[in-house]
């Protein structure tokens, strides 16, 4: 079992940088294969990035390739999404998730789910 908890949302001007952290519980996390997803009001939930158990390998949506960075530190049970550049597009509610099985691209391939950080860029 493994518990989600997302922090480092807020309101940001266009342009701006924000970081979020997710903190898992749970001794299985090191295992698993985290990704950051959001859901725009009205919008399906989007896959943004995934990194692998070790952190060797990422992933990334093209909607966010080259603004977006995923890390994790296994050492603090921690993954980060550091963001750049934002955009008014990019409002929206943003998750945190684990899959025990490995990558996925899906959103509903993931089985944990922290509870999302609002994050608001205005223009």
């Known amino acids: 079992q493994v518990q989600l908890v997302e922090s480092g949302g807020g309101l940001v001007q266009a342009g701006g940088s924000l970081r979020l952290s997710c903190a898992a519980t749970?001794?299985?996390?090191?295992?698993?294969?985290l990704g950051w997803l959001r859901q725009a009001p009205g919008k399906e939930r989007e896959f943004l990035a995934a990194v692998t158990w070790s952190g060797g390998s990422t992933y990334y949506a093209d909607s966010v390739k080259g603004r977006f960075t995923i890390s994790r530190d296994n050492s603090k049970n921690t993954v980060y999404l550091q963001m750049n550049s934002l955009k008014p597009e990019d409002t929206a509610v943003y998750y945190c998730?684990?899959?025990?099985?490995?990558?996925?691209?899906?959103?509903?391939?993931?089985?944990?789910w922290g509870q999302g950080t609002q994050v608001t860029v205005s223009s």
């Open positions: 998730a684990a899959d025990p099985r490995g990558i996925s691209f899906d959103p509903n391939e993931y089985y944990y």
């Open positions: 749970g001794r299985t996390f090191i295992s698993y294969a």
